[in-house]
């Protein structure tokens, strides 16, 4: 099956690490990141969930809560997470799906037969607290992903789902946004009464609402 941007993530009942779930359910009216990886007891692997581990908080203060899966079962999951603890120096403290039947792999078109018809790839959906998918990326099997942008685009996400701004290239928390195209000068100087730099008609820049 294939998820695009704006669909409803498709909902499943697995088994985690911490217990049995309905994904609807258990995201509640939480954001969240679904990221897979290729295999148990692999290095990038661990690296990864425990990059994940280490910086939990920040998605906690974000509201974003946060789930693992690979088509391993949850028992080789958790004898691979006291390895995890002991090398990446965080307990995983996120659950992660047991997905041996890879029926949340099909759903979210994580197995990529010309990359592996066994393993997922490494995918990232961030969901909405409206249930539908805000963004997907695909990285293959020999790159771990960075975290930090996961974040960043999050907090893009949540700003832009706020305000009618957009955020320009490599934009951080705290740096100048984009007033969004659909948006008037008319109703901008309602929406922004601090005003803005028009740089070109299209271009409108504005220090970030809220900070
Ligand atoms: C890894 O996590 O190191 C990995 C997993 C599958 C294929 C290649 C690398």
Redesign the pocket.
């Known amino acids: 099956m294939t998820v695009r941007l704006g669909d409803i993530a498709p909902n499943f009942d697995a088994p985690t690490t911490q217990g049995d779930i309905n994904f609807h359910d258990w995201l509640g009216d939480s954001w969240g990141v679904l990221f897979s990886?290729?295999?148990d007891f692999?290095?990038?692997?661990?690296t990864e969930l425990g990059y994940v581990a280490k910086i939990k908080p920040e998605f906690d203060k974000r509201n974003v809560k946060v789930i693992g899966l690979s088509v391993d079962s949850v028992e080789s999951h958790l004898k691979w997470e006291s390895d995890i603890g002991e090398t990446q120096g965080t307990p995983v403290n996120f659950p992660m799906i047991g997905d041996t039947d890879k029926t949340v792999a099909n759903l979210y078109d994580m197995i990529h037969p010309n990359a592996s018809d066994t393993?997922t790839v490494r995918s990232v959906f961030v969901i909405g607290p409206d249930k539908k998918v805000k963004l997907q990326i695909t990285y293959p099997?020999?790159t771990g992903r960075n975290f930090e942008e996961i974040l960043r685009v999050i907090d893009s996400l949540q700003l832009t789902a706020k305000y009618k701004v957009a955020t320009p290239a490599n934009w951080t928390d705290g740096d100048d946004v984009i007033i969004g195209g659909a948006v008037t000068d008319e109703e901008a100087k309602q929406l922004f009464p601090q005003g803005w730099t028009t740089v070109k008609p299209y271009l409108r820049v504005l220090h970030q609402p809220g900070k």
Do not use: L, Q
């Open positions: 990886h290729p295999k692999t290095p990038v692997c661990t393993m099997a020999s």
